[in-house]
């Protein structure tokens, strides 16, 4: 088997197929941790032996047998919490059976500074409670080992005494140092997982001051647009489809919509069912709000179309949009939602609901804002629900622009 995958495997060996990422990564990184140390045993072992202090030469080489057997029941009982106690004790007390053996601080090369990753180990592993209990437990050891000066002097020559000293700061600031920096990447990545998620609720600027720790946001917004796109007749395909078909199918549309949103600038505020909303001028203020929408809502019958086209199955969508000043803020204080208010908001909805499968609906606020750029068809007035009667459109296609490519950008044939 490949070197890489036989680490990988080892790393893994306390692991359950059913833990989340974040405790898979810990539960490899306490063993990647236990068998660094295993490491740079053999050197130490064998240089105390070869100079005569075979009971100093022990302790680190205990180290093996119990880190192996511990990480033998950690492979068993898939136990973190136990496993990562039991290894910090290990490495809390064995460093200071090798002072004790080889006569105190100096003697020592204060190897007793080895215990200093007992708490590393526990901070890491588990929380600032656990970091401080093993501190002091490290002090307590620190203490103790300077009452605990059997000897002046070992076996071992002086300029082996002075490398030891080298070799324990430099090797306990190493293994201290990637397990501190193993466990800042899983922060990293845990933080990076956090903020997909809250962007995938809340809009990037919303999301900012939500750390910051803005109590209340409520923001007037004096220029937006709104887009509804809803499925027509989405409730025979409930009957026809199976429950897998049905939800892919929308997921497909409307994670094709939500690019386009992303593409042309448009923030997306919610799908409730087949129904997709979302809003330009909102919490980004921008003057050509109108325009922004009225590409994207040519895009999505475009999608449609070509899916049409393809023979793939078809969903035919009626779009409304609308325009004017909106209140836009987060409510509730679990599963918080960024959401619009106001009677545009509501016209916009209208527009959707009044309006014809394949076809763009605009408001004479919008037609105003995008007569110049975009080809529209008058409707003439149709009564509204809530409104009364009220003057709207059709939006066709966008008209020829410098720099915009020679051919009319047009969704489908009306």
């Known amino acids: 088997m490949h070197p890489v995958r036989v680490l990988d495997r080892l790393l893994g060996i306390g692991t359950k197929p059913t833990d989340p990422a974040e405790d898979r990564r810990r539960k490899r990184l306490l063993v990647a941790f236990a068998l660094a140390v295993i490491v740079v045993v053999p050197p130490w072992a064998s240089i105390y032996y070869a100079y005569g202090e075979f009971v100093a030469a022990i302790f680190p080489l205990v180290y093996v ?11 068993r009982t898939h136990d973190f919490e136990r496993a990562r106690q039991i290894q910090s004790l290990i490495i809390l007390t064995l460093p200071f059976g090798v002072h004790v053996a080889l006569g105190g601080f100096q003697p ?44 002046e002097a070992n076996g071992l020559p002086g300029w082996v005494v002075t490398a030891f000293f080298a070799a324990n700061i430099a090797t306990i600031s190493a293994v201290a140092f990637a397990l501190l920096a193993g466990y800042a990447r899983q922060l990293a990545t845990e933080r990076a997982r956090s903020e997909r998620l809250l962007l995938n609720v809340l809009p990037a600027p919303i999301a900012t001051r939500l750390r910051e720790r803005e109590e209340v946001i409520a923001d007037a917004y004096e220029e937006a647009t709104m887009i509804f796109a809803d499925v027509v007749n989405s409730t025979p395909l409930t009957a026809e489809l199976t429950p897998r078909q049905m939800v892919a199918l929308l997921d497909e549309y409307v994670s094709a919509f939500d690019g386009l949103a992303d593409r042309h600038g448009v923030e997306k505020i919610r799908t409730i069912g ?28 475009e999608f449609a179309a070509e899916r049409c086209r393809s023979g793939l199955r078809c969903l035919d969508f009626r779009i409304g949009i609308n325009s004017g000043a909106v209140v836009g803020g987060v409510i509730g204080r679990r599963k918080f939602v960024f959401d619009i208010w106001g009677d545009p908001v509501n016209t ?35 009564e509204v629900k809530g409104k009364g009667p009220m003057r709207t459109w059709w939006l066709l296609a966008e008209r020829d622009q410098p720099g915009r490519g020679a051919e009319t950008k047009t969704a489908v044939a009306t």
């Open 348 to 382: 916009a909805a209208r527009m959707e609901s009044h309006g014809e499968p394949g076809k763009i609906q605009l408001t004479e606020l919008t037609y105003e804002l995008l007569k110049d750029r975009f080809v529209c068809e008058p409707r003439g007035t149709i």
């Open 274 to 301: 087949d129904n997709w909303m979302g809003v330009a001028g909102v919490p980004r203020p921008r003057p050509d709000h109108a325009e922004a929408v009225a590409r994207l809502a040519l895009g999505m019958l």
């Open 65 to 75: 047998p119990l880190t192996l057997a511990n990480l033998a029941v950690f492979a």
């Open 108 to 151: 020592s090369s204060g190897v007793v500074l080895w215990s200093v990753l007992a708490p590393f180990c526990a901070l890491v592993f588990g929380g600032i409670g656990a970091g401080v209990r093993w501190l002091v437990a490290f002090a307590a050891v620190v203490a103790l080992a300077a009452l605990v000066q059997p000897r």
